[in-house]
């Protein structure tokens, strides 16, 4: 769609930023003395900028048929709410008389002073030059006015806030009455003269809105002059309600191309029809009222001229006139179709001052916090929506959107999320994604109401909570991750929560797992324990958080433990908010041990050299404890074993040696970096039985210093003391047979002509296609775990089919893909079906 700009061309005044107060403030007294600004004092130039409604033409072609003495009332009165249009239409009857070569005598009580002129005097001075017949401070009577109406006619006569004059009459004294009393009189008795002489015709204009009567006084005089001049005269409203989008038109565009605007205008209801955003039944009346108004939406002219026209301080015509007139100047290098209420720039600060003078200068700082501001709410939303939506700055236009549909001098405010999305939208956006926008500003503006949709000067919960949060001390902060850092209460470690020095973890053969405050652990942890060199370092396993994960798992417990404050607190919120504060940490609750480990998130392990990490990724589904979490991490990953191999106990401890002690072993896992780590004693005690069972080495001990076989091919009985030891198995076989008790030939651990172990028979290959219980994946990673042992090339292939159930799109994405991709597993084919949304 094309600039707006490029089909309704902006009259010059805007165009070159001319756009003070009084172009678009109509002047009566201005233009009879010559002074007026050109818009008004020229004639042809005010007829070009003013659209004739219907209620001017006619009050126009009422004045002229009087002045010509054919027909026609002798009094009009022109009554309309402040800037509806009064000192327009004055001004339009004074150049019209110009051209019916008709006398005009202007009265305008907001430029004469009451103690240098009378109004009585002013109409013979305009008429005649002089002041001889109406000359004193009491009203001449209707026999001089008439007269000097007779002799002077046709004559027009112009009365513009009478009712200020009066007010200000008041206070000059003049007898026992006042100057107020005389104006009154004269009023009265102009309006009776003028019905007299046929070709004469009073025009004045009075105020419908009480702001404009200063107080009860000049209440009183506005009931008495309408009562005065009410007897003679019919009351006309120049511009009605329909009418204003041909005036605003009118006033601020020199021309306007109606075909292109007809495509624009054409394109966007189409658009909003196939988006729900007009029925069938709205189509029709919306497309008619968008011609009418462009290049503006309708919802601007509805919402300036009705919503902020209701108050009494609102100028309506004329205060729509400058504010749009700032908003278009503003807008000219924006290439947009049209202009919507989203496109008032709130920091431009013409702009947001006619706006907050109406509402309150308080309006002032809360505009800047939620929508002007670089770090406001809004403006975080701009930037977090997508690149593809950057362009659109769909958070401030939202906002704005908001901010000024939350006024009205009637107490009307907000409007529905369908009326937000028509106002709002381009045709080349889903308005879905306005859905997405509305979510963002409740959470992230601090003024929006926590009930509808607009704004309110006392902060919402968003507010509050940042305000609470602000209170939060940093030692609260910490105490409150310690406390997170919860493990299970038959862990299979000795846990040690953030200590400070190498010797509060204790030196002793079980596991330990230690959680550091700390990106990496120091190698004295490892190392030392207190000033000795620490034994058991390879029970030490080690927990450390992500530096780039600090800020944001900090500003989580900080909101947590301000919505715990604010719960507390019973006396601070309603209780809307209070249910809105339940839910909000009953979601940070469930969310606690998700934060956590994506703050602490990698492991340490001791190794040959130095530690080796591990990255646990994210957390895994449904777990809630670290300790159970890390030990399933390590365990599958091979780094904790539940049980070793016997074969790897021979090959690797026993290989050519006839003996080995079995504490040796044991203690060279728990003290070497890097060996291979058991779960526990107990597991590394079954593991020993299992090989003497399995006839791959004997249990024995020394005595005097000589190898003694007692079990082989049966379950031993040992305490793990110091002369217990593990025998190869051809020793235990000669040990035996010497006794007279020779195992069968098959078991006697010499290898066969076909290459058989101990005389079992070998496999070199073994490929397995397995239908898997799903509660029997553990068994497969043990499997997996001992081949592992076996066998130098090793892999499994995994097909995983979930069907009668469903999940998010997001959980995937999030928990298993990433799950997959932390642990460094190629997904070899992907397939997924989505069923839409749930119901």
């Avoid at 002129?117 to 004193?136: A, S, V």
């Avoid at 206070?171 to 102009?190: K, M, P």
């Avoid at 504060?581 to 340490?604: A, D, S, T």
């Amino acid at each position: 769609m094309k600039p707006f700009t490029q089909i309704a061309i902006p009259h010059e005044d805007i165009l070159e930023g001319r756009l003070t107060m009084d172009v678009f403030a109509a002047d009566l007294w201005q233009v009879v003395n010559g002074k007026a600004p050109l818009d008004y004092q020229d004639a042809d130039l005010f007829f070009r900028k003013t659209y004739l409604t219907k209620g001017l033409r006619n009050i126009i072609e009422i004045a002229r048929a009087r002045l010509e003495g054919r027909s026609g009332d002798s009094v009009i009165q022109i009554q309309t709410p402040f800037g509806g249009g009064k000192t327009h239409t004055l001004i339009a009857l004074y150049h019209k008389a110009g051209e019916w070569n008709t006398k005009v005598v202007v009265f305008d009580g907001t430029a004469l002073n009451p103690e240098e002129t009378k109004p009585w005097e002013e109409l013979e001075r305009q008429l005649t030059g002089r002041i001889e017949m109406t000359e004193g401070n009491i009203s001449p009577g209707k026999k001089k006015l008439i007269k000097l109406l007779s002799e002077n006619s046709p004559v027009l006569i112009l009365m513009d806030e009478i009712l200020e004059y009066v007010t200000k009459a008041a206070g000059i004294r003049i007898g026992d009455s006042n100057l107020a009393s005389q104006t009154f009189a004269f009023v009265q008795e102009l309006t009776a003269s003028v019905a007299t002489v046929g070709n004469a015709l009073l025009v004045l204009t009075l105020p419908s809105s009480i702001l404009e009567h200063y107080d009860e006084n000049a209440e009183r005089m506005f009931q008495q002059l309408q009562k005065i001049s009410g007897r003679m005269e019919k009351i006309y409203t120049p511009v009605e309600d329909e009418e204003i989008e041909h005036v605003v038109r009118a006033r601020l565009f020199s021309k306007t191309n109606e075909k292109e605007a007809k495509k624009v205008v054409d394109e966007f209801v189409e658009y909003a029809k196939n988006e729900g955003l007009l029925s069938g039944d709205e189509v029709a009346n919306y497309r008619d009222k968008f011609l009418r108004s462009y290049p503006f939406k309708p919802e601007v002219i509805d919402v300036l001229y009705r919503r902020w026209g209701s108050f009494p301080t609102f100028q309506r015509t004329r205060g729509v006139l400058r504010l749009l007139s700032l908003v278009v100047h503003d807008l000219l290098d924006k290439n947009i179709p049209f202009i919507r209420l989203g496109d008032f720039n709130l920091k431009n600060d013409e702009i947001r001052r006619e706006l907050i003078k109406h509402i309150g200068q308080e309006w002032d700082s809360i505009i800047a916090q939620d929508i002007t501001a670089d770090d406001s709410g809004s403006k975080k939303i701009d930037n977090g929506l997508g690149s593809s939506y950057m362009q659109y700055k769909l958070g401030t236009a939202v906002s704005t959107t908001v901010f000024m549909l939350s006024f009205s001098g009637r107490g009307e405010k907000g409007a529905s999320i369908r009326d937000i999305k028509l106002s709002t939208v381009f045709p080349e956006i889903s308005s879905s994604v306005i859905d997405t926008v509305i979510n963002k500003i409740r959470e992230k503006l601090f003024y929006i109401s926590d009930e509808e949709l607009y704004f309110t000067n006392q902060p919402n919960l968003n507010r509050i909570i940042l305000i609470r949060e602000e209170s939060v001390p940093e030692k609260d902060i910490y105490e409150e991750e310690k406390s997170m850092l919860f493990v299970s209460k038959n862990s299979m470690f000795r846990v040690y929560i953030h200590p400070k020095f190498p010797r509060d973890v204790q030196d002793t053969p079980e596991l330990k797992l230690v959680i550091l405050n700390a990106t990496k652990p120091a190698e004295d942890f490892l190392e030392k324990y207190g000033e000795s060199p620490r034994v058991y370092r390879n029970t030490l396993l080690f927990l450390c958080n992500e530096e780039s994960q600090k800020e944001s798992f900090h500003s989580f417990i900080r909101k947590l433990l301000a919505l715990k404050s604010i719960e507390r607190d019973e006396k601070l919120l309603k209780e809307s908010q209070k249910k809105e504060i339940r839910n909000k940490l009953k979601n940070y609750e469930q969310r606690k041990y998700e934060e956590l480990r994506k703050f602490y998130r990698k492991v340490f392990l001791p190794a040959k050299e130095g530690f080796r990490e591990i990255d646990m990724g994210i957390p895994t589904i449904g777990e809630s404890f670290l300790d159970k979490e890390i030990y399933d991490c390590l365990r599958n990953q091979g780094e904790i074993l539940e049980r070793v191999a016997p074969e790897v106990i021979r090959d690797r401890y026993l290989g050519d040696k006839k003996y080995v002690r079995i504490k040796d072993i044991y203690e060279t896992f728990l003290k070497t970096p890097g060996e291979l780590r058991l779960s526990s004693e107990e597991a590394f005690v079954e593991s020993i039985k299992r090989g003497v069972e399995e006839g791959l080495f004997g249990c024995g001990c020394l005595k005097n210093e000589e190898i003694e076989c007692e079990y082989i091919n049966k379950t031993p009985v040992f305490e793990l003391s110091d002369d217990e030891i593990i025998i190869r198995a051809d020793l235990c076989a000669d040990e035996t047979e010497s006794e007279g008790s020779s195992p069968p030939e098959d078991e006697t651990g010499t290898e066969d002509e076909n290459g058989g172990e101990n005389g079992h028979e070998m496999f070199s290959r073994i490929n397995l296609e397995l239908n898997v219980p799903a509660n029997q994946i553990s068994t497969i990673a043990k499997i997996a775990n001992y081949l592992k042992t076996r066998f130098n090339q090793f892999e499994i292939r995994v097909t995983i089919q979930a069907r009668d159930g469903c999940i998010p799109v997001t959980v995937y994405e999030d928990k298993i893909k990433e799950a997959i991709k932390q642990a460094g597993i190629k997904i070899e084919r992907e397939a997924a079906l989505t069923s839409g949304y749930p119901a």
